[in-house]
């Protein structure tokens, strides 16, 4: 499975736990960090717990596998590392902070 398509398993996993303001960045060309980003909010520690536990289980159905991840005992940001996918939660005030899709506003939105 491409980054692409593991990107579309991730945004899937994030809505059906009610991320909010869903984006899914093609970074191919623009950096050699990864592929593709899915960057997601939810309203607190809890919600962005559930939607990292969400993906995880839903990209390892698919074959898969986590590399690595971050944040989790913060609950601000949590960082998933599928090698070619990264996938951002954070809270609300924690993805103003950082802005990521600024950051990246020249990656194509999926």
Known sequence: MNALEAAKVAEAALEDKLGEDIKVLDLRGLSNIADCFVIASGKNANQLHA????????????????????????????????????????????????????????????
């Open 51 to 110: 939607m990292a536990n969400e993906v995880e289980q839903k990209l390892f159905q698919q074959g898969v596998k986590l590399h690595h991840s971050e944040g989790y005992s913060g609950g601000t940001w949590i960082l998933l590392d599928f090698g070619n996918l990264l996938v951002h939660l954070f809270n609300r005030e924690e993805r103003e902070f950082y802005g990521l899709d600024h950051v990246w506003g020249d990656a194509k939105a999926l």
